[in-house]
């Protein structure tokens, strides 16, 4: 079955970087766009960067263009987020998830990790 493992959250200070990853098993990695979404408590999951399959082609929240950068690598069926410049408003549980495309728009598939934790606090 499809199984996400996020890892690499933590606490961090404002001004400072992380790195998420997100190993993926149970499907065809290369055949799927990857997401990160990010949800604090009593707001909705909510798209921070998407990754294409074949051409890489990356899309970002504004809220974190110029920031965050996200990365693949197939090889190791594995999906970074790259975080810099980190600010308090980026705190929230951070998941990934394998997207479906119906021709004209991605969704997430409802497939997705335990998330983690990401805290930016001084």
């Known amino acids: 079955q499809v199984q996400l493992v996020e890892s690499g959250g933590g606490l961090v200070q404002p001004g400072g970087s992380l790195r998420l990853s997100c190993v993926a098993s149970?499907?065809?990695?290369?055949?799927?766009?990857m997401s990160w979404y990010r949800q604090v408590p009593g707001k909705e999951r909510e798209l921070v960067a998407r990754i294409t399959s074949s051409s890489g082609r990356t899309t970002y929240a504004d809220s974190v263009k110029g920031r965050f950068a996200i990365s693949r690598d197939t090889a190791k069926n594995t999906v970074y987020l790259q975080m810099n410049s980190l600010k308090p408003e980026d705190t929230a549980v951070y998941y990934c998830t394998r997207d479906l495309f119906d021709g004209l728009l991605y969704r997430p598939s409802g497939d997705w990790g335990q998330g983690t934790q990401v805290t930016v606090s001084s």
């Open positions: 149970g499907f065809t990695f290369s055949s799927y766009a």
